[in-house]
């Protein structure tokens, strides 16, 4: 019998039971991208300095960028050739969030703050802001909201400035009294979202315990203030855990990646189920570590950056192609923080500054890739066994890349992950230590060339991995199945 797969367009798929997934999916799918012309390699990533960084805050003015870098106790700022412009020290942490405002002069003020220290303002060097408010308790989270600037101030207060406004007296009031579940204020968020009665600013206010005020109007001393309701998702992960995103706001939760508008019944018919088929992928990671979430626009990505369970790196990334509304799994990149800077995109580790999405190298070496794509049983309950496999492929030179073919379940929900070594290709569990041959009867490996043998089963899965060094696109895959008499 002649079969044939599609490209895993649907993307990564860790909801569905094995038996019952769609074969436009795949249970592993790691630095490739479901796009719409094929299964695509990710683009590789090259060194722009060795000095180490905790965070990148972007500062773009027109067609100029700069990148301020935050590392312990100090914060550099970066020109556009990545010579270093100024450096502040003094700092009592390096964990910074960030906004853009414009004050009524037309300027555009970067506004940092630390929760500790008094918080920055940058326009041409980095300065202590001009606002006064006793003690500045802890100011953090800085957001622009309706020509004002707000920032969460201790464990439940909310500041906020005068119009248009970059110094005098901030305004503060408590929210204490409006969240019942304990905790604190984790982060706050400008929500614009259309109902279909044009678009209109939310203020968004998040708990750690998961609890989200929703307020509309100018400002809190204004009538038209008013609060929308109180609602509760699953407990959010980190300051930076929120991403606005068309109409919608993304938000990071210990279960998934949770959009906003689920809340509102009025929206819900058209909300979208961005994480639905990675339902509980954040299940189990360390949410004591930094995590964030950034939309970037020249490529219609959704990235968040999670603590790896690879026990490999720190760090991997969480990545939707919007353009297909699937998911990917990025290794390799272990990123401590990330920047959007235009159409550039920066990671950072303790290990420097690098720009990602860039020439088909990881900083020259190899980009290593796998994916196992969902289970079939090729429209027949009776047992069979695969011949041949033939993947339909493009890439710019002549790549060797590896076949994987399993058969009924063998390896469950464990994943191979492919690791970089300069002899060659290494394989890891994620969820256990390596404790057999992976070139085990379970799992049959061949190069692109001849023939597979796979064991007979009910269902049988066909994977790849390898090493590239060029453009790769993964389509179609022929396959010559062999009926084995019947036998359920």
């Known amino acids: 019998m002649i079969g044939n797969l599609t490209s895993s367009y649907g993307g990564l798929n860790v909801a569905d039971a094995l038996d019952n997934m769609q074969p436009q999916y795949a249970f592993q799918m790691d630095n490739i991208i479901p796009d719409v012309d094929g299964d695509r390699v990710r683009k590789g990533f090259v060194n722009i300095n060795t000095n180490p960084t905790s965070e990148l805050i972007p500062v773009l003015r027109g067609n100029t960028q700069k990148i301020i870098a935050t590392h312990l106790a100090e914060l550099t700022v970066y020109d556009e050739d990545w010579t270093v412009e100024s450096t502040k020290g003094g700092f009592s942490n390096d964990y910074w969030t960030y906004a853009d405002f414009t004050d009524g002069a037309g300027v555009v003020h970067t506004i940092l703050a630390n929760g500790s220290d008094i918080p920055q303002n940058y326009t041409t060097s980095l300065v202590d802001v001009g606002y006064t408010l006793t003690g500045f308790p802890n100011l953090d989270c800085p957001l622009a909201f309706k020509n004002r600037l707000y920032f969460i101030s201790g464990d439940w207060q909310i500041a906020y400035s005068g119009v248009q406004s970059i110094s ?215 047992k069979k066994q695969l011949m041949r496999v033939v993947p339909h492929y493009y890439s710019a030179s002549n790549e060797t890349i590896y076949k994987k073919v399993i058969s009924d379940f063998g390896q469950g929900r464990n994943r191979i992950f492919v690791h970089r070594e300069d002899s060659g290709i290494n394989t890891y569990w994620d969820t256990a230590i390596w404790d057999e041959s992976f070139w085990s009867d379970e799992i049959n490996v061949h190069t692109t060339r001849g023939s597979v043998t796979s064991k007979v089963g009910n269902y049988i899965s066909v994977g790849y991995y390898g090493r590239v060094r060029n453009e790769f696109i993964l389509y179609s895959t022929g396959l010559i199945i062999k009926d084995c008499n019947g036998h359920i």
């Open 168 to 382: 005098g007296q901030l305004t503060a009031f408590d929210m204490g009294s409006y969240f019942k579940k304990g905790g604190k204020l984790l982060s706050i968020a400008n929500w614009t979202q259309d109902a279909g009665n044009g678009a209109d600013d939310l203020l968004v206010l998040i708990s750690t315990e998961g609890e989200v005020l929703i307020y509309s109007g100018t400002s809190p001393e204004s009538d038209d203030w008013r609060m929308i309701g109180t609602f509760s998702i699953t407990k959010p992960v980190g300051k930076r855990c929120w991403a606005q995103l068309g109409g919608d706001l993304i938000i990071i939760t210990q279960r998934g990646y949770f959009p906003l508008s689920s809340v509102l019944s009025d929206l819900r018919a058209n909300r979208a189920m961005l994480s639905q088929k990675i339902d509980g992928i954040t299940r189990g990671r360390d949410f004591s570590k930094r995590w964030e979430i950034h939309y970037r626009p020249s490529t219609n990505w959704l990235i968040v950056n999670v603590p790896s369970d690879t026990g490999i790196y720190n760090y991997e990334q969480h990545v939707c192609n919007l353009n297909t509304n699937a998911w990917c799994r990025f290794v390799g990149m272990d990123a401590n923080g990330w920047a959007v800077a235009g159409d550039n995109l920066y990671f950072c580790n303790g290990k420097g500054i690098w720009q990602a999405d860039t020439g088909t190298t990881d900083n020259t070496a190899n980009i290593t890739f796998c994916i196992q794509k969902a289970y079939n049983n090729f429209g027949t309950p009776l």
